[in-house]
């Protein structure tokens, strides 16, 4: 099992310019969560899935959109990037339940310019 | 709101101490969870604890979960350079399973 895939791991982008974070797990896992960090604060929840089809804007959600077609993919889509969208992001799943944490993906590290 | 706070924040210990991190959280919550994250790095799933007087051990980091103070503590018995890295803690806001993260302690152990 490959776990958690995030693509790209390092990605510069101008100011209004727009991308695509892309993130796999081959774990069958219902839940899916976004991330940012920033330094000395912790992680922030972008958007959540609770299963295809279905998603939920959490702490920051703005600036930023999600979706999910299928059980596998949570891309997540940054339009009109600005400086304050410079972080580090995480894509995490887990199966549901309280009994598991999460399992997070390696990263992306972004900086908008 | 869900509020999680971790003190302390930077922790520079010998190896071979003991050391607490506390991890203090302001609504009711009957989970709470660790991870730990190596630099640049992602982050690793240490500890679930999912009732009052939950205790978790692995090696040298023993968690445990009081409800009724809503803390919960990650003990370092004779710490090793090993165990440096940032952890943090994690609580459920309301239920489900989303998490709100403390802002994390940085933990260095020197040699």
Not at chain 2, 28 to 50: A, C, I, M, N
Request: one cysteine or more; hydrophobic letters at 35%; a positive charge.
């Amino acid at each position: 099992n490959a776990g958690v895939t995030q693509t790209p791991k390092f990605r510069i982008l101008k100011i209004g310019q727009s991308m695509t974070l892309q993130c796999a797990q081959d774990m069958n896992h219902n839940y899916m969560y976004w991330y940012r960090q920033d330094p000395g604060m912790g992680l922030k929840l972008i958007y959540y899935s609770v299963g295809a089809g279905i998603t939920d804007k959490g702490e920051v959600p703005n600036g930023y959109n999600v979706s999910r077609s299928t059980t596998e993919d949570f891309p997540l889509r940054l339009e009109l990037a600005a400086p304050s969208q410079t972080s580090v992001y995480f894509c995490a799943s887990n199966p549901g339940g309280t009994n598991y944490g999460y399992t997070f993906g390696s990263g992306t590290r972004l900086t908008v310019v | 709101e869900l509020k999680v706070e971790q003190n302390p924040l930077f922790l520079s210990m010998q190896e071979g101490k003991n050391y607490t991190i506390y991890c203090n959280y302001s609504t009711t919550s009957d989970r709470l969870y660790w991870y730990r994250q190596d630099p640049g790095k992602s982050l690793e799933s240490l500890f679930v604890l999912l009732s009052n007087g939950a205790v978790k051990q692995e090696g040298r980091l023993m968690a445990s979960l009081d409800t009724k103070a809503r803390l919960s503590t990650l003990h370092i018995t004779a710490a090793v350079h090993d165990l440096s890295a940032t952890y943090f803690c994690a609580g459920p806001p309301g239920g489900g399973n989303k998490l709100v993260f403390g802002a994390g302690t940085i933990l260095r152990v020197k040699s």
